[in-house]
């Protein structure tokens, strides 16, 4: 009983970390961007800002009970892929649930919310969350395939399919695995520019052709929800990027450095660069990632 | 025992000779008569068969002449089943024509019931005969009959179909008497089982030329290919009923004839080889050109060069799993393509050309006719569990046995083409709308239960093939055996 | 008497009487059907016991009946999915016509399904094969539409495999002498290549017909989509398994058994895994809702054929675990998708949408099978889909891996596309009228969906019947080193606990939803689809902005090469070269009586020449 106690106690402290961590990221890519577009730009916690604010509105209509559920689906996914992806190691503040699944249930339990969240805007009836969820998913069709390869090269090497075993081994050889499997870091993180939507990969939810895309019709606390699972889940990827490539974190401090660089790549990369359509970005996906993410497998069958 | 072979013989040449005087006392005896004589000769027959199987073969002495000088004839399992079978397809053939063309002035009855009757006692008479000239009597006979009945309907399609066969009837005709003349010269007998005795001592040019001869001959009225270019025509252009005995009956004589010489006159082992590419050729065109004919009857007759050409490699394949499948498949041949020669004449009853457009639709009105066509279809195709299937096993599995595995994969090619056009017909037959200005025919009640007869044999074999498996088994050990057929004829008294 | 006899005798003789029973009474032929379907599979699991078995002897042939484990695991899907589907059924088919037929032939298709699975010997096996073949045959046909097509080409394909499995059955009969299949089991090691080559060949392209796979597919969308739904949920569901029931035990018994088997394995492997993707892109394409589940079933088998022929215990268990999936939620859509029909009309997304708040049963057993269609935790299809790809990853199988991942990926297009078409999207007036689907419908489909998530949090229940299946055809116990009651692990120790995920899954939904409600709901109004956001512009009530035609239009322009060619192209032409051999053939037939006489000369002249060669 204690335990379980404590376990749920660990879990909401985690789920706090990530919404606060992820907000603040967000803040900061807005920061970022203002300032090389010559501008001052909101502050770095101008997301919490924007949160407490959609949170007191109310809405006054609905379209019908998924669009309801939608926003709790996201909500399941970014939290039960945070309860596998473990945040810190031999920390006792922050147990891990990552015991109970393993690399193929997080790729699966990622999806749960996208696809939660399109039926949700499906009941909503506006063509244009259509259109941005059929390029959603059309994109991931994309991107999915050099992630896949990159993770597969990893559990090719390493005879493994846990996360905790991956880190564990990067712990025991003392490289990280960003070095010693290069070409799927290369593959993965390509396939990471695909997972954040920025640009050059944001026609999903292309905001002066769409209207936001799938999430049109949320206001009020439907989009503080989406908001808020939207950062929980960009912390629950770069942690799950640190984890896997960048050996882990064993503090705060050392987490939030390497997270925060990690962010970087997808942040200063869509600053220069322009949107692609969604064929071009899936065949985009399917020609130099995936061949990084073939190299990838070659190194991990043939360099053992 | 009501009777003795000879009797196979005498009654219906006899009441041939006596209907056209009966009936001009009564018209009704026309019709009657050939139906009394059939079911009494059907009722001879199975006792006949049965004591057989028991006692072994009835050997029948003509006129007192003993064999092998004399003519005689031979009851044995073999002969005897298809014997039997004949005539209950005769029976069933008479029964279903009972009331056939009834407001027509008794003459054309008349024609037709005489010849009817001619063409089953040929039949008969070839395959109980054990004298090759008194094969070529009864041979005569059946043709004629069967070129009067081809040519029933007065018509310039009949007229012709029937001359195509009267052309190469005659060609038959003329080799078989080549051949018989070549083998009495070299061998002085014309008597099966002596000439059986004696074969080894021809010279082997004399002997392949004979057979030769006599393959040709007796095939051109097997229906073997290049030799079936008459079946065609005729089939379609006679009347259904008819139709059927041809594929039923005579066919089956004309086979008996040709396997009883390669058997048990001839022995060259080359010969069965013959059979299987003569019967692969044969059922492989026959079954590629059914799948584009466009009149149903044509399609049927093709279907039964087909199934025959399968006789044929059954036959070759010289065991005696092979026989009794051969004789498995003849069986349910003659009872499936009756049903359909049957029902088809009724799917296309008032259609001028007899195209198998002309059946669309007619399910709605012919319901009883159309499943009996159908189930015809499904059994003729090979489908469990309905009779056909165990007589394409037991092929199947002979072929297996003489690890014959290119010919199993032929015939099962072959097999798939039939199943698409036969079910193409059927699928016309439910779901295609009815032409215009076809009238449905009901089918008259004699008619009905015939064929319902023949839909409820398909179905007992199916699910109990066991009730025919028995005789088919001795028939086929009975012709493997040359020997006893020898001994048994040349012994007789 | 035996009950294996009675079993066969009720199900045939309901047959034949709820045929006829027509004559009499409606209500009488409907219970008649359900009864003919419901009391012999009562009888199949409180009589029968394991290892029991009947025989009857025809024409010098025994045929051999007897239940084992593996076939007692499929009869979970015959039955099982039969006795709801036939529920279904009697309301799906209320006031249509010919009802007796469709009775008859679904009964006889039940019926042949279990002598399938209770057959031990070929030929029983082969009897039943047929029988099921022309009774899905007579169903493809029922409606009347495109049946020389449609229904030819079906029978046709079937056809080719069936004798391919008879001449496979005489092969073997030849060399062992009897058409048991322990015999032929027995006799396999020692044959020589060339049979142990061609048997399973032969027997697997029979099988293969019969589970859609590529190239032998084309038949499947056409049948699928014509048959009544009532029955395609049968026919999708349960009589591809029959395939994937023979496949399994070719290779298990067979194929694994022999050096050689590895090229076996490994290409029909790929086939399976090129059959996914390919099934699944031609899914996502449809417009049709039948045609759309039909490709869907299509790829789905191909899972279900790669992991069976991986080979290692856990890719079995994959691929034995996704056919009772499949059969579940295969057979829950074609029931969802016969409930649209029968309340619309139509199954063509362009034509009807939004029917969520109509037909909110249909919707959420859609939504449990789509969801476990794709593979998502907590439900079912996860479970396998987990399985089946550790066993590809620990079986060495990479680039294998990344096809059957692409093709899961593409799937998730055609689940929403799926929902989205029916129930999602705008709410048009002309189906405003629409109501929910009767309850003898909608209570099969919701029960099935219920199953899927039983499965999905605890799988050793199903897990359970595989494992003793396997064991039956020689494999060793996977009990503990493959899964648990709600664990599942591979080989190299990682694992999955179901059952707290499935926990914590249902408690975050909640909170965030009561979190919602509480805070969002009560003081919203509900409005219709036309209400939204929509740049100041105000869609008017008749103003039509349903999003369903081109719904991918970009992955189509992504993937446009791949789906140029077509298999089914390439069988036209050959059946159109075929017929014109067949003109050819016929006209051998000149219908000139001299040119008939002039053959006979010319063969007595041809034998007269060679026939020294020919009859020595």
């Known amino acids: ?304 | 025992m009501v009777g003795s072979p000879v009797l196979f013989i005498a009654i219906p040449l006899l009441a041939a000779f006596l209907i056209p005087l009966l009936g001009m006392i009564w018209k009704e005896s026309v019709r009657i008569v050939p139906g009394l004589v059939l079911a009494y000769l059907l009722v001879l027959s199975v006792s006949l068969l049965q004591h057989v199987l028991a006692f072994g073969p009835i050997i029948e002495i003509i006129a007192g002449w003993k064999p092998p000088i004399g003519i005689n004839l031979v009851f044995s399992p073999f002969s005897g089943f298809l014997v039997t079978l004949m005539l209950f397809l005769g029976l069933l053939v008479w029964a279903y024509s009972y009331r056939f063309k009834r407001n027509v002035e008794y003459e054309p009855a008349l024609k037709y019931f005489l010849m009817l009757m001619m063409l089953i006692t040929g039949s008969v008479g070839m395959t109980l005969t054990g004298d090759i000239f008194n094969m070529f009597v009864f041979i005569e006979i059946t043709s004629i009959s069967a070129y009067g009945l081809t040519s029933y309907y007065k018509e310039r399609n009949s007229a012709e179909a029937s001359f195509k066969y009267i052309l190469l009837g005659s060609l038959a005709s003329t080799f078989l008497l080549l051949a018989i003349m070549i083998i009495y010269s070299q061998l002085g007998t014309l008597n099966m089982a002596d000439i059986a005795t004696k074969m080894h001592l021809m010279k082997p040019g004399y002997k392949v030329a004979s057979l030769i001869f006599f393959i040709t001959a007796l095939g051109i009225e097997a229906e073997i290919f290049p030799l079936n270019g008459w079946a065609p025509d005729a089939y379609a252009e006679a009347p259904g009923p008819v139709g059927a005995a041809f594929a039923g009956i005579v066919v089956k004589a004309a086979v008996y004839a040709v396997i009883r010489v390669i058997y048990t006159l001839f022995d060259l082992p080359g010969a069965y080889q013959f059979l299987i590419v003569i019967g692969i050729i044969t059922m492989v065109i026959a079954e590629t050109a059914a799948i584009r004919q466009e009149k149903l009857k044509r399609m049927l007759a093709y279907s039964s060069i087909g199934q025959m050409g399968l006789v044929l490699i059954a036959f070759g394949f010289g065991t005696k799993e092979g026989i009794y499948a051969a004789l498995f498949i003849m069986f349910n041949h003659a009872i499936i393509k009756s049903l359909l020669f049957f029902s088809g004449s009724y799917l296309a009853y008032n259609s001028t050309e007899k195209n198998i457009a002309d059946v669309s639709g007619m399910a709605k009105h012919l319901p009883l006719t159309s499943l009996l066509f159908a189930l015809g279809a499904f059994a003729i195709i090979g489908l469990p569990p309905f009779a056909g299937f165990w007589s394409k096993l037991a092929v199947l599995t002979a072929a297996a046995d003489s690890s014959l595995w290119l010919i199993i994969a032929l015939v099962l090619a072959v097999s798939v083409v039939e199943l698409v056009y036969y079910l193409r017909v059927v699928n016309r037959v439910y779901f295609f709308k009815k032409e215009e200005d076809m009238e449905p025919q009901k089918p008259t009640v004699n008619a009905m239960i015939v064929m319902l007869i023949l839909g409820a044999i398909i179905l007992l074999v199916g699910f109990y093939p066991d009730s025919v498996t028995g005789l088919l088994h001795k028939a086929s050990s009975d012709l493997m055996d040359k020997s006893q057929y020898i001994q048994h004829v040349l012994s007789a008294r | 008497m035996n009950p294996v006899l009675n079993i066969f005798i009720l199900f045939l003789g309901g047959a034949i009487l709820t045929y006829f029973a027509g004559r009499i009474n409606k209500v009488l032929q409907s219970l008649l059907f359900l009864a003919s379907v419901l009391v012999p599979a009562f009888l199949f699991y409180t009589q029968l016991s394991i290892g029991q078995s009947a025989t009857f002897s025809v024409d010098g042939i025994t045929l051999n009946w007897s239940l084992n484990y593996f076939g007692w695991l499929f009869s979970l899907i015959v039955l099982g999915l039969g006795a709801m589907a036939a529920i279904y059924a009697v309301s799906y088919m209320k006031g249509k016509q010919r009802l007796g037929t469709f009775y008859f032939n679904f009964i006889l298709s039940i019926m042949s399904m279990t002598g399938i699975l209770l057959s031990q010997d070929l030929i029983s096996f082969f009897i039943f094969w047929e029988i099921m073949t022309w009774s899905s045959y007579l169903m493809t046909i029922y409606n009347g539409n495109k049946v020389q097509s449609i229904g030819i080409k079906y029978f046709v394909f079937s056809a080719i495999g069936a004798y391919a499995m008879l001449m496979a059955i005489v092969m073997v009969h030849s060399i062992t002498g009897s058409f048991l299949i322990k015999d032929l089991i027995n006799a396999y090691p020692t044959m020589q290549l060339g049979m142990q080559i061609w048997i399973p060949v032969l027997l697997l392209t029979g099988f293969a017909v019969k589970a859609a796979m590529m190239p032998l597919h084309v038949w499947a969308p056409g049948a699928y989509s014509n048959s009544p739904m009532a029955y395609t949920s049968v026919f999708s569901g349960a009589l591809s398994k029959m395939g994937v029931y023979g496949m399994t035990i070719v290779f298990v018994t067979l194929i694994n058994k022999i050096p050689q088997g590895i090229w076996f394995r490994e290409v029909i492997a790929w086939m399976g895994g090129i059959t996914a993707v390919i099934g699944t892109l031609w899914a996502i394409k449809q417009d049709d809702a039948k045609k759309l589940l039909a490709y869907s079933s299509v790829a789905q088998l191909g899972y279900i054929i790669t992991g069976i022929a991986i080979g290692t215990e856990l890719a079995l268990l994959a691929g034995l675990f996704l056919a009772v999936m499949h059969a579940l939620f295969k057979g829950t859509l074609f029931m969802v998708v016969g409930a649209v029909e029968k309340q619309t009309g139509t199954t063509n997304f362009t034509e009807v949408s939004g029917l969520i708040r109509k037909m909110p049963w249909t919707f959420f057993a859609a939504l449990l099978s789509i969801i476990a269609l794709a593979g998502i935790p907590p439900l079912g299809g996860f479970v396998g889909k987990w399985m089946l790809y550790e066993s590809l990853i620990t079986s060495n199988h990479y680039l294998l891996v990344i096809v059957i991942f692409f093709s899961s990926t593409a799937a998730f297009l055609y689940c929403y596309k799926f929902l989205f078409g029916f129930f999602l999207g705008q709410e048009e007036k002309e189906w405003s009228h629409v109501k929910e689907a009767p309850a003898a419908m909608v209570v099969p489909m919701v029960i099935l969906s219920l199953l899927m998530f039983v499965l999905g949090t605890f799988p050793g229940i199903l897990l359970s019947p595989i494992n003793n299946g396997l064991q039956a055809l020689g494999y060793t116990d996977s009990y503990k080193n493959l899964w648990e009651t709600s664990v599942i692990l591979n080989g190299w120790g990682n694992h999955v606990v179901l059952q707290p995920i499935l926990y914590y899954i249902i408690a975050i939904f909640l909170f965030f939803v009561v979190f919602l409600t509480l805070k969002g709901y009560k003081n919203t109004r509900y409005v219709t689809t036309k209400d939204i956001s929509s740049s100041g512009e105000i869609p008017k009530e008749d103003e039509n902005l349903t999003f369903s035609e081109n719904f991918y239009q970009p992955f189509f322009r992504a993937v446009e090469p791949v789906m140029r060619r077509q298999i089914d192209k390439f069988y036209k032409n050959l059946g159109e070269g075929l017929e014109a051999l067949f003109e050819f053939m016929r006209r051998i037939y000149t219908g000139n009586g001299q040119t008939y006489a002039i053959y006979v000369i010319a063969f007595v002249v041809i034998m007269l020449l060679f026939g020294n060669y020919l009859l020595k």
Do not use: C
């Not at chain 1, 770095?44 to 007191?56: C, E, G, R, T, V």
């Not at chain 1, 339990?109 to 009941?123: D, K, T």
């Not at chain 1, 559990?155 to 490289?175: A, E, F, P, R």
């Open chain 1, 1 to 304: 009983m204690e335990s379980v106690l404590y376990n749920i106690l660990g879990a909401v402290a985690t789920f706090l970390l990530a919404f606060v961590v992820g907000m603040i990221y967000g803040g900061l890519n807005r920061k970022i961007t203002a300032r090389v577009q010559n501008r001052k730009g909101p502050p770095f916690y101008q997301n919490f800002i924007d949160a407490m604010k959609l949170a007191s509105k109310r809405s006054a209509i609905h379209h019908g009970i998924m669009q309801h559920f939608g926003p709790a689906f996201i909500m399941v996914s970014s939290v039960m892929s945070l309860m596998v992806v473990p945040v810190l190691t031999h920390n006792q503040w922050f147990p891990n649930l990552n015991f109970h699944g393993d690399l193929i249930f997080l790729l699966y339990i990622m999806v749960f919310g996208p696809l939660g969240m399109a039926l949700g805007a499906g009941q909503t009836g506006n063509p244009n969350s259509a259109i941005g969820v059929t390029r959603g998913l059309s994109l991931m069709t994309g991107f999915e395939i050099p992630w896949v390869m990159a993770l597969v090269a990893l559990m090719i090497q390493y005879h493994t399919t846990s996360i905790v075993d991956l880190m564990n081994v990067q712990i025991q050889s003392g490289t990280w695995l960003m070095f010693s499997s290069p070409f799927a870091f290369i593959a993965a993180v390509m396939a990471m520019l695909g997972m954040f939507r920025y640009s050059p990969f944001d026609i999903v939810g292309a905001p002066a052709e769409l209207a936001s895309g799938p999430i049109s019709e949320n206001g009020g606390k439907y989009l503080f929800v989406m908001m808020s699972a939207g950062s929980v889940f960009a912390f629950v990827k770069l942690t799950l990027y640190v984890d896997l490539f960048m050996g882990g974190a064993d503090n705060l401090v050392i987490l939030l450095v390497k997270t925060f660089v990690l962010y970087l790549i997808p942040v200063l990369y869509s600053l220069t660069t322009v949107r692609y359509r969604t064929e071009h970005a899936i065949r985009w996906f399917w020609g130099w990632p995936s061949f990084f993410g073939l190299l990838a497998i070659l190194q991990a069958v043939f360099f053992k």
